[in-house]
């Protein structure tokens, strides 16, 4: 897996949209850019993935720029159940596991 | 549909024990993946199994161990338990292709005394 960077925490207002960057300077062509987030001590719950192309899905957008070295996971309208820790990996998920790194702690403001 | 199901949700056991954990993937899910996740760290990944079979492993001491059944579902044994075994152990379910996704179950919370 590719070494993903990302600010150990960052703090939103609620109903502001919260953006989550992702550096991955070093990804290869294979990899996949994955976003989960852990809701204190509970399991990691999927978000979103994308290869090169920007995706949407009912929880967030992921933006990746055309270089593919980093990428943006945005939360529209950020909730107070919002509050996680997220996690971006890059992977060949199939032909390899999924690596987590130290992630960033979102807070969300009310 | 069911999501992935891990049992039991706590275990507490006597150091120099044994631990099983079990799981279930989702419906249709091959692979299976195995993580251990220390009070306040991130997660480490421990096994992956798919169609039976030990894909990969992470860097941990052999009396970790685990399988796969016929029916997908998992155990993870952890034998000669030290109080650092103390942990949140997760299970990962994914079909075996690129462009998937993981599905993570609830975890086991084993404490060691």
């Known amino acids: 897996d590719a070494k993903t960077t990302q600010p150990p925490s960052m703090d939103c207002a609620e109903g502001r949209a919260a953006n989550l960057p992702c550096n991955h300077s070093t990804i290869s062509g294979n990899e996949y850019v994955y976003w989960y987030r852990q809701i204190h001590s509970q399991g990691p719950q999927y978000i979103i993935h994308?290869?090169?192309n920007n995706e949407t899905n009912e929880m967030a957008s992921l933006i990746i720029t055309e270089d593919r070295k980093s990428s943006t996971l945005i939360l529209p309208h950020a909730t107070l159940r919002d509050t996680a820790v997220y996690y971006c990996i890059a992977s060949d998920f199939g032909n390899e596991k999924l690596t987590f790194g130290t992630g960033t702690r979102l807070t969300i403001i009310p | 549909e069911a999501g992935v199901t891990q049992s039991p949700t706590h275990l507490i056991k006597t150091r120099g024990q044994q631990a099983t954990l079990r799981c279930s993937p989702i419906s249709g899910h091959t692979s299976v993946y195995w993580y251990q996740q220390a009070l306040g760290l991130g997660l480490q990944f421990l096994l992956w199994?798919?169609?039976?079979?030990?894909?990969n492993r992470g860097n941990f001491p052999p009396r970790f161990s685990g399988r796969q059944f016929p029916n997908y579902s998992s155990e993870l044994n952890v034998n000669a338990l030290e109080l650092e075994d103390s942990a949140l152990y997760l299970c990962?379910?994914?079909?075996?292709?690129?462009?998937?996704?993981?599905?993570f179950g609830q975890g086991t919370r084993l404490t060691v005394v």
């Open positions: 990962a379910s994914s079909l075996l292709r690129r462009d998937t996704e993981a599905f």
């Open positions: 199994y798919d169609e039976g079979e030990e894909r």
């Open positions: 994308g290869l090169k």
